[in-house]
């Protein structure tokens, strides 16, 4: 509840912000207001760490704890593609997937070791109305988020011999509600933030993405995007700690490093 009403209250406060003083008017944005239709498509790297729980039928709370560290070790696959487009400068949508499959473990008081294997996908499609009230750029957006989940988790307890091995492959259906800002500093450079709630109990109970950083226009058709961005998920199915349920509370986050091309 903690975390809804902080992250409520930060998106109410951008929200509130807006005014319609004037039409959509900005020269520095991550697309190009010359023409009826502007596209853009980037490429990043997220340097993410996930950290949380997962409880897979019998077994309760098991500590997922897959650090960067692990993840230059074990990622077997990565890809991650914004795409986004806007007609007039003031309606447009886009698309955001991330993918990764990596592994990591780690060891309990006790001497005992979870190892977790996390094969996560994440799809964000969303349609936003574009403001530009004074200097500033804001998006008002709303669309779905798709979770697409293979987790595989090996217990060894170090208390009883053997090992306690469970696998469930689980996707769901958030809707998000968000904001992102766009505030040029200098010729260069442009402030971003972003800020989205979901879930509502309709799929997982509680979901949420945030971003904070910065954009740098290297050329009128490339802008180099530096932030840090992080994602919450809350979800259960079925009844815990019985055959075929499944919980995942978990927050994926890093630095982030894209490459956008405007076209």
């Given at each position: 509840?903690?975390?809804?009403?902080?992250?409520?209250?930060?998106?109410?406060?951008?929200?509130?912000s807006?005014?319609?003083?004037?039409?959509p008017?900005?020269?520095?944005?991550?697309?190009?207001?010359?023409?009826?239709?502007?596209?853009?498509?980037?490429?990043?790297?997220?340097?993410?760490a996930i950290?949380?729980?997962?409880?897979?039928?019998?077994?309760?709370?098991?500590?997922?704890d897959?650090?960067?560290d692990?993840?230059?070790?074990?990622?077997?696959?990565?890809?991650?593609?914004?795409?986004?487009?806007v007609?007039?400068?003031?309606?447009?949508?886009?698309?955001?997937y991330?993918?990764?499959?990596?592994?990591?473990g780690?060891?309990?008081?006790?001497?005992?070791t979870?190892?977790?294997?996390v094969?996560?996908?994440?799809?964000?499609?969303?349609?936003?109305?574009?403001?530009?009230?004074?200097?500033?750029t804001i998006?008002i957006?709303?669309?779905?988020r798709?979770?697409?989940?293979?987790i595989d988790?090996?217990?060894?307890?170090?208390?009883?011999?053997?090992?306690?091995?469970?696998?469930?492959?689980?996707?769901?259906?958030?809707a998000?509600?968000?904001?992102?800002?766009f505030?040029p500093?200098?010729?260069?450079?442009?402030l971003?933030?972003?800020?989205d709630?979901?879930?509502?109990?309709l799929?997982?109970n509680?979901?949420?993405?945030?971003?904070?950083?910065?954009?740098?226009?290297?050329?009128?058709?490339?802008i180099?995007d530096?932030r840090y961005?992080?994602?919450?998920?809350?979800?259960?199915?079925?009844?815990?700690?019985?055959?075929?349920?499944?919980?995942?509370?978990?927050?994926?986050?890093?630095?982030?490093?894209?490459l956008?091309?405007?076209?």
């Open positions: 509840m903690k975390k809804t009403t902080i992250a409520t209250l930060t998106l109410l406060s951008i929200c509130t807006i005014t319609r003083a004037g039409e008017d900005i020269t520095l944005t991550p697309l190009t207001p010359t023409r009826d239709w502007a596209f853009s498509i980037e490429a990043y790297l997220l340097a993410t950290e949380g729980d997962a409880s897979i039928g019998v077994i309760r709370n098991a500590k997922v897959v650090g960067f692990d993840i230059l070790k074990n990622l077997d696959m990565g890809a991650m593609l914004h795409f986004e487009a007609k007039n400068n003031t309606w447009g949508f886009y698309l955001d991330g993918f990764m499959d990596l592994s990591g780690t060891e309990n008081s006790l001497g005992g979870v190892k977790a294997g094969r996560q996908g994440v799809l964000d499609a969303v349609v936003f109305r574009r403001f530009a009230p004074a200097d500033y998006d957006y709303g669309g779905v798709w979770w697409d989940n293979n988790l090996e217990i060894n307890s170090a208390l009883f011999p053997g090992t306690t091995e469970a696998s469930v492959s689980e996707d769901w259906i958030d998000i509600v968000g904001a992102r800002l505030k500093i200098s010729e260069k450079y442009t971003t933030s972003q800020l709630l979901g879930g509502f109990g799929e997982s509680f979901t949420a993405s945030g971003s904070v950083g910065f954009q740098y226009q290297a050329s009128e058709s490339i180099v530096f961005k992080a994602t919450w998920v809350d979800y259960e199915s079925g009844n815990l700690g019985t055959p075929g349920s499944f919980a995942y509370d978990t927050v994926t986050h890093g630095p982030l490093l894209g956008t091309f405007k076209f």
